[in-house]
């Protein structure tokens, strides 16, 4: 127990916003926070996991992507196209020959990005990669990318209460590493397939603990958003109106309608221990 004022004299950075990457998240006052959990929601196919590693890779922060869907080559093909600018297309041909060693080079560029490849982890599972990355790093993980929450597991008797106590399992290491811990969840399908979804439309209405609560569509060309559920800014929980980024088809990267990033399709991201192995 401390007094409020001295509730100022810790460190302070285990609360602080990850660094912007999209002017239009930025615009609708929605921003990744340390010490939280954050929540992307859609329906299958919507985009979550295109958002989740494009943040990642132009986030720049230290980063732990566990994976329980995509496969390791999957990951690593989008990746060396969002680094590169080369469809996914032309990468997958090109492995073959001499591009691997271009795209393995490419992939350097984002060693702040580190993947655990998990099909089925439970919460110890989840405790052991964040303990290697954090010996490894000597520092843990800025961010945590779990893709995706129903994929975790819990020693629940159902889905529903394994889905409440995998959400809790994520709360307690978003506060205990000062870690933004990012899920990825579906939602209940409807009939708007190509706009955001009301937040009671999330599965399992797994919606007390995160902080933040994308709600998330896409078209062939954009990817749309909408805070559903915002501590730090502004919300809309029905999903009325949302937010649009242009999503590039071939890379499958995400950039501002208007665009912002100064690095074009590549970020000079600082450090890749992404395999291409055979």
Not at 224 to 244: H, I, L, T
Request: negative net charge; charged residues 25%; proline residues 6%.
């Amino acid at each position: 127990m401390l007094s409020l004022h001295r509730s100022l004299d810790g460190d302070l950075s285990a609360g602080e916003a990850l660094p912007t990457v999209y002017q239009a998240l930025e615009d609708h006052d929605i921003r990744f926070h340390r010490s939280t959990v954050a929540m992307t929601a859609g329906r299958p196919g919507g985009g979550k996991s295109i958002f989740a590693l494009d943040h990642a890779i132009k986030a720049e922060v230290p980063t732990l992507y566990v994976s329980c869907d995509m496969s390791r080559f999957q990951l690593a093909t989008r990746a060396a196209s969002a680094l590169t600018g080369d469809p996914i297309s032309v990468v997958k041909e090109n492995l073959n020959g001499t591009g691997r060693e271009k795209y393995r080079a490419a992939l350097k560029k984002a060693d702040h990005l580190f993947l655990a490849l998990e099909k089925r982890p439970d919460a110890e599972a989840l405790e052991d990669v964040l303990n290697a990355f954090h010996e490894r790093w000597g520092i843990p993980p800025h961010l945590v990318v779990i893709d995706n929450l129903m994929n975790l597991l819990s020693g629940a008797d159902n889905e529903w209460a394994g889905l409440r106590e995998m959400s809790h399992v994520a709360d307690f290491f978003a506060h205990e590493l000062g870690a933004c811990v990012h899920l990825l969840h579906h939602i209940n399908i409807n009939d708007a397939l190509d706009r955001p979804a009301p937040m009671n439309n999330v599965k399992g209405k797994v919606v007390e603990l995160p902080s933040l609560i994308l709600s998330v569509a896409k078209t062939d060309e954009e990817f749309r958003f909408a805070a559903v559920k915002n501590r730090e800014g502004r919300e809309d929980p029905m999903a009325q109106s949302y937010g649009r980024l242009r999503l590039d088809p071939q890379t499958l990267t995400l950039s501002d309608l208007t665009p912002q990033w100064p690095y074009g399709p590549a970020p000079n991201a600082p450090m890749g221990n992404w395999s291409l192995a055979a």
